[in-house]
C-alpha cells in the first residue's frame, strides 16, 4: 500500500511517496486490492484507520484495516458466500458497506459480531444479467454508488429502506447497452461526476437534479415470511404508487417532475441470488406496466404483489427489492427484509 505526504511531494521525485510492507498479511491469501477509504466512524480519529479489501479471485476475500499510528492491519476474512469484496466505506455508525464486483449484490459486515447483510440492486437496464456494484461513497446518511454493468448511479438510503439508481444515457451496443461507469467523486454541492470508462467520456449528475423523480412508493411491509415447506402459500404486499405532483398526499419533499407522462415498469429482486433474480420463489404484480399519467394527482396508485415460494427453496435471512421503473431512465425501490423458514 502506498501513501504520500503532500507537504515533502517534489515533482519529478519519489520524495514524499512510502509504502507499507504487508509482512504482517504473508500468512493471508491475497491476489488483489481494492480502493482504500478513510474511517467514518465519529468515535475513531478519521485519520487513523485505514480500510480496504484484498479479493482471492474467482471465490472470495477479505477486508483489511490498516492503522497509521500503531502500523498494524487487522484482517477480517468474509465466507464464500460474500463474494467479491471491491470497494469499502465505513458509515457514521462504524458499519461497512461493501460492493460485490461479481454480482448484483452490496453489503454490510459489522466487524464486532461479523454479521453480514446484503441487498441487490434493481434489475439491470441494459444486456448484462448483473449490475456489477463497483466505486461507492458514503454522504448525508446515503450509500452511492455506481453499477459498471447496470450502467447507472444510484444511492440507498438505510433510514427509509429507499434505493434510486440514475440510469446513464450513454449506451453502447458493443458493451451490451452500457458505457461502464467506474469511479465517481461527489463535490461540495452534491452532484457527482463520473467516469465512462469504455466511452470516453465524463459524465455528471446534477445536484439540482437528484430530487427530480417522477414518482415514489409506500409499501405494506418491512418484513416477510416464507415457508420453504408450505409452496401454496405465499405472502402479499400492498403496494401505493404516489405522483410527485401530489402536493396534498407527497410524504416527501421532491419537486415536481416536469415530464408529463411516460413508461412505469415494476421489478423485483433478491439478494437470494447472485444475479439479483428470484430463485425458487415466484412474483406477480396486480399490474406491472402502466402510465405515469395513470397515477392521479389525487390519490396513490395502488397495486399488490404476490411472493410464494418453490420446491427447493433454501431457509435463510435474504432482502427484497421491489422496484418501480420510469422510462428506463430512473428506478426508485423499497426494500424489505424476507425471512426463509
Known amino acids: 500500500m502506498v501513501y504520500y505526504t503532500p507537504h515533502l511531494v517534489e515533482n519529478n521525485t519519489s520524495k514524499g511517496i512510502s509504502e507499507y510492507e504487508f509482512e504482517d498479511l504473508l500468512q493471508h491469501k491475497i491476489t488483489s486490492m481494492g480502493p482504500v477509504s478513510i474511517s467514518n466512524d465519529d468515535t475513531n480519529d478519521k485519520n487513523d484507520i485505514v480500510w480496504f479489501s484484498a479479493v482471492d479471485y474467482p471465490y472470495n476475500g477479505s477486508i483489511i484495516n490498516y492503522n497509521t499510528t500503531s502500523k498494524k492491519f487487522n484482517v477480517f476474512e468474509l465466507s464464500k458466500e460474500a463474494g467479491i469484496p471491491i470497494s469499502i466505506i465505513e458509515d457514521d455508525r462504524g458499519i461497512l458497506w461493501i460492493n460485490d464486483h461479481a454480482t448484483s449484490i452490496f453489503f454490510t459486515f459489522n466487524t464486532n459480531t461479523n454479521q453480514i447483510k446484503k441487498y441487490s440492486t434493481s434489475l439491470p437496464s441494459t444486456r448484462i444479467t448483473s449490475s456489477l456494484p463497483y466505486f461507492n ?101 400492498h403496494i401505493s404508487l404516489y405522483n410527485t405532483k401530489m402536493n396534498n398526499y407527497s410524504k416527501t419533499d421532491l419537486p415536481k417532475f416536469e415530464v408529463d407522462d411516460g413508461k412505469v415498469e415494476m421489478f423485483v429482486s433478491s439478494s437470494i441470488s447472485k444475479s439479483g433474480q428470484l430463485w425458487n420463489i415466484t412474483s406477480n404484480f396486480s399490474n406491472d406496466k402502466f402510465l405515469l ?44 427484509d424476507m425471512i426463509i423458514l
Open 137 to 237: 461513497e458514503y454522504r448525508d446518511g446515503k450509500l452511492w454508488f455506481n453499477e459498471h454493468e447496470g450502467n447507472a448511479i444510484g444511492y440507498f438510503d438505510p433510514k427509509s429502506d429507499t434505493m434510486v439508481e440514475y440510469h446513464i444515457p450513454t449506451r453502447s451496443k458493443i458493451w451490451g447497452n452500457t458505457s461502464n461507469p467506474l469511479k465517481f467523486a461527489i463535490d461540495h454541492r452534491g452532484s457527482i461526476y463520473f467516469t465512462e470508462w469504455t466511452e470516453n467520456k465524463i459524465g455528471i449528475l446534477k445536484s439540482n437534479s437528484i430530487n427530480k423523480i417522477p414518482l415514489f412508493m409506500n409499501v405494506s411491509e418491512n418484513v416477510i415470511e416464507l415457508n420453504s415447506k408450505k409452496e401454496d402459500k405465499g405472502e402479499i404486499i
Open 293 to 336: 399519467s395513470d397515477i392521479s394527482s389525487d390519490i396513490p396508485y395502488n397495486l399488490t404483489l404476490e411472493i410464494k415460494p418453490e420446491k427447493n427453496l433454501i431457509p435463510g435471512n435474504y432482502t427484497l427489492t421491489v422496484s418501480a421503473r420510469y422510462e428506463n431512465t430512473i428506478t426508485y425501490s423499497k426494500i424489505i
